[in-house]
């Protein structure tokens, strides 16, 4: 096996956790017909996105695959900084010109420095203990409620810790193998409610 498909199958299991993991990941609003949001996405950069959509969950999906913007597509989505549900399409347009003036870019840079919007092998292998204890109970939190996720989660673990024993031409990054330290981390809290 070469390089390439050696991270051709690490990406998918660790694709598979990380949007697990991230906000927003099964609940997104469904917005009613002819209504719209507006909505800023926090970048792996901490750069931030704004648009305006129609249909959440499909814009979501679309900004994650790279398919929805070339920002977003270079520049590797994390999550949803912040949304916000207007009546019409013409609103969504006007507050998204509002969101994208200096004054709005600036409140978001404040919010991204603020909080932690997705979780990552550097926050993690970084992080103080404190800070660690943290980030776990904000990836418990998001994966209570959803014991499918939970279930999904254990099997893109399992797939990702394979594939990087499979690994023989390199070492692994070591901020996958920091993610995937994280990852177990959180199922150690949360059993496997399938195979329970």
Known sequence: MNLQEERAGWW??????RQLLSPLAWQLPDL????????AIQCQDNSV????TQNLAR??????????????????PLGILELKLVQTRKEAQQLEREWKTPRGRYRFK?????????????AWSNAK?????YLLAVA????????????????????????????TSQPAPPELLAYLELCQ????????????
């Open 49 to 52: 996105y704004i648009g305006y």
């Open 32 to 39: 009613p017909n002819g209504q719209a949001c507006v909505y």
């Open 129 to 133: 203990p404190a800070r660690q204890r």
């Open 59 to 76: 814009r979501w999906r679309e900004h994650l695959s790279g398919s929805a913007a070339r920002w977003t597509k270079k520049h590797n």
């Open 140 to 167: 418990e939190e998001r994966l209570a409620a959803q014991p499918e996720g939970v279930h999904k989660l254990h099997q893109a673990v399992r797939a990702l810790a394979q594939a990087l024993r499979d690994t």
């Open 185 to 196: 981390a959180v199922l150690a809290q949360l059993p496997d409610p399938i195979q329970a």
């Open 12 to 17: 998918k299991p660790y694709e598979a956790c």
């Open 110 to 122: 404040k919010q991204v420095e603020k909080r932690i919007v997705a979780l990552d092998g550097a």
